[in-house]
């Protein structure tokens, strides 16, 4: 099971920090990945991270947001900084087995988080 949190209202330019709080098998998988869905939008990926720490990024996102994970406290981060309204979105991290440098897509998780709210105002 996973269970994000950390979401909530800032102001742009401002920062947040999500976590992920993963229990049982959840946090022995490889992938660890945030995706996000803003209203009326299709969910899309922000983030990975394989057990090791191998990242990559949305183009979006890239040298604003960094992934990490704590494998002794069985979890994952996402540090958002320099926020801008168009990061607006519930944001959801997701876990599978497979971690596959550079894949966007939906495919193969088996776990989800409930997902946490990020608003940001202009």
């Known amino acids: 099971q996973l269970q994000a949190s950390g979401g909530g209202l800032v102001l742009g330019g401002g920062s947040l920090r999500l976590s992920c709080a993963a229990s049982g098998r959840t946090f022995s998988v490889n992938a660890m990945t945030w995706f996000r869905q803003s209203p009326g939008k299709e969910r899309e990926f922000v983030a990975a991270?394989?057990?090791?720490?191998?990242?990559y990024y949305a183009d979006s996102v890239k040298d604003r947001f960094t992934i990490s994970r704590d494998n002794t406290k069985n979890t994952l981060f996402l540090q958002m900084n320099n926020l801008k309204p168009e990061d607006t979105a519930a944001y959801y991290c997701?876990?599978?087995?497979?971690?596959?440098?550079?894949?966007?897509?939906?495919?193969?998780?088996?776990?989800w988080g409930q997902g946490t709210l990020v608003t940001v105002s202009s």
């Open positions: 991270i394989s057990w090791t720490g191998l990242s």
């Open positions: 997701a876990a599978r087995d497979i971690f596959h440098f550079g894949d966007t897509r939906e495919n193969g998780y088996s776990y």
